[in-house]
């Protein structure tokens, strides 16, 4: 797209803020624990083809990814540093692991047995061994464990770097589960213990580094909270802003009371009011669930000033109340804040009833994405 088309709206990504985060979630570490990068879902949403290389420039080593295409992407975006898949080897795909120099996460003894008896086996290769002690989705649960400790020919030969877990609960710190997991974890670590002598532990996603260096072992796992997401919901967000959405008023148009606005006629204006219409819908990842609602009601901001959403988020629209904001102000082509700056995205994502993860990875396609790095703004190669 040329540089001088209509763009509806910017998406600004702020590169320098992402690894800024990366640093203080690292800074906040106890003594010889390292921080990794969670950058599955396409960095939740922010490509990471610009987000890896620039958490690798700041020093970053260790890189989780979801799913073995992504490692493969990954891989070949970043020729070096270590990359971890959650989702794990089958017999089919182990061999890839090992083509692409990715580190599995093994999840059950189907995938233990599977990256033993793969081919051309590379003696020595990395895998993290994963427990579960309370999601019940991957990781050896508890019988397994025990399995594994009772027939310890199942781990022969594998270079175990890491045993790992996953918490439920995190971003709630007086949450039971926590010290539960916490205890599952160690007892499990304990029953291992002769079997992964070498190996190191890893229990924190970005909440958890806040729970309390009793949960940080060797290597934390953070992925919201680099992306600016509070991660500790109870209080001030620590981290720095990374996702600034705006919009442009692309009509404003006066509505008599009693006139319906959008889809559904779900809004009857009850005073003479303007409407502004902002170019970005639901295909953008403006969540239809945004549509206006009692309670919660999304909003943007126009100078500062509040502008509710009301009537229905349409595909590629919203409506936008600006009868209370100076018609000077509300015109088109005026910016509209729609996520950053006055409305955080984590209290967008609550207005939407949701949480700010699924809002970064809903982003759109549609807006003019910008990077900045090093203090200068560039646009996102198409
Ligand atoms: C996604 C994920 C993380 C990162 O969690 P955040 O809450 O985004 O910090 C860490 N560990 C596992 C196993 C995950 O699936």
């Not at 580190?103 to 081919?119: C, E, F, M």
């Not at 310890?152 to 926590?178: D, F, K, T």
């Not at 409506?319 to 088109?332: C, F, G, S, Y």
């Amino acid at each position: 797209m040329p540089a001088t088309a209509f763009a509806g709206a910017h998406l600004t990504i702020n590169l320098d803020a992402i690894t800024a985060n990366w640093r203080a979630l690292g800074a906040r570490l106890k003594g010889g624990a390292l921080a990794a990068a969670v950058i599955k879902a396409n960095a939740y949403g922010l490509g990471m083809a610009a987000v890896a290389p620039a958490l690798h420039k700041a020093g970053c080593r260790e890189f989780f990814v979801a799913s073995l295409d992504e490692a493969i992407a990954l891989r070949a975006i970043l020729p070096e540093g270590r990359i971890y898949v959650f989702f794990g080897p089958s017999a089919q795909d182990a061999a890839e692991y090992s083509r692409h120099r990715l580190i599995p996460v093994l999840n059950d003894l189907g995938q233990i047995d599977a990256w033993r008896a793969r081919s051309n086996a590379g003696e020595g290769e990395k895998a993290v061994l994963h427990v579960d002690t309370g999601m019940s989705r991957l990781g050896l649960p508890p019988d397994e464990v025990a399995r594994l400790v009772a027939e310890p020919a199942r781990l022969a030969g594998l270079n175990i770097a890491y045993v790992m877990s996953h918490l439920a609960c995190a971003e709630q710190p007086g949450h039971a589960m926590n010290a539960a997991q916490l205890a599952e974890f160690k007892v499990a670590l304990e029953s291992l213990g002769a079997h992964t002598a070498n190996s190191k532990a890893s229990l924190a996603n970005s909440s958890a580094i806040f729970l309390g260096p009793e949960y940080h072992f060797d290597l934390a796992r953070p992925g919201a909270a680099l992306y600016g997401l509070n991660p500790t919901p109870d209080q001030p967000n620590p981290m720095s802003e990374v996702v600034r959405l705006q919009g442009k008023i692309l009509q404003v148009r006066r509505v008599d009371s009693s006139r319906s606005v959008g889809y559904g006629a779900a809004h009857v204006a009850e005073r003479p009011s303007r409407i502004a219409t902002v170019p970005v819908g639901y295909a953008d990842g403006y969540l239809r669930s945004a549509s206006n609602q009692a309670a919660n009601q999304a909003c943007g901001y126009i100078r500062g000033a509040r502008a509710p959403v009301v009537g229905r988020v349409s595909m590629d629209m919203i409506t936008l109340d600006v009868t209370d904001i100076p018609q000077a102000h509300a015109h088109p082509g005026a910016a509209v804040d729609l996520i950053g700056g006055p409305y955080p995205v984590d209290r967008f994502a609550a207005d939407a009833g949701t949480i700010g993860y699924e809002i970064l990875t809903m982003l759109g396609q549609r807006y003019r994405r910008l990077y900045v790095e090093d203090g200068k703004q560039r646009i996102a190669a198409e």
